[in-house]
C-alpha cells in the first residue's frame, strides 16, 4: 500500500507562481511513476504531468508545457510541480498519483490551486 498526501495549494494571482508537494509512505519500492493530475469545476480529471521514479524522463500536457515542471526527491520520498505563469484557467484540484507495476494506481486526496485574474 502507498499513501500519497498533497500540500502547497492556496490562491494565487494570474501571473504567479506555486509549488505543490506530494509526500509517499509506505511500499514506495513497488512505484515506478509519479504524476499530477487536475481536476477543474464541473470537468473530467486531466494528466498535467508525469515523471518516471529515477527523475530522468518526464512529460507535460500541451496546457502547462513551458509553464510547468515536475521533479522528484527520491531521498525524502516527495514529489513536486513548480507552476509558474499561472492562469486562471489552470484552477483546480491537484491530485498526485503514483504507479506501481500492474497499472496499479494510488492516490492522495488533491490540493486545491485557485489562481485569481
Known amino acids: 500500500q502507498v499513501l500519497l498526501v498533497e500540500s502547497g495549494g492556496g490562491l494565487v494571482q494570474a501571473g504567479g507562481s506555486l509549488r505543490v508537494s506530494c509526500a509517499a509512505s509506505?511500499?514506495?519500492?513497488?512505484?515506478?511513476?509519479m504524476s499530477w493530475f487536475r481536476q477543474a469545476p464541473g470537468k473530467e480529471r486531466e494528466f498535467v504531468a508525469g515523471?518516471?521514479?529515477?527523475?530522468?524522463?518526464?512529460n507535460y500536457a500541451d496546457s502547462v508545457k513551458g509553464r510547468f515542471t515536475i521533479s522528484r526527491d527520491n531521498y525524502r520520498k516527495m514529489t513536486y510541480l513548480q507552476m509558474n505563469s499561472l492562469k486562471p484557467e489552470d484552477t483546480a484540484v491537484y491530485y498526485c498519483?503514483?504507479?506501481?507495476?500492474?497499472?496499479?494506481?494510488?492516490w492522495g486526496k488533491g490540493t486545491l490551486v485557485t489562481v485569481s485574474s
Open positions: 515523471v518516471n521514479w529515477s527523475g530522468g524522463s518526464t
Open positions: 509506505g511500499i514506495i519500492f513497488s512505484i515506478n511513476a
Open positions: 498519483r503514483a504507479t506501481a507495476p500492474g497499472s496499479v494506481y494510488y
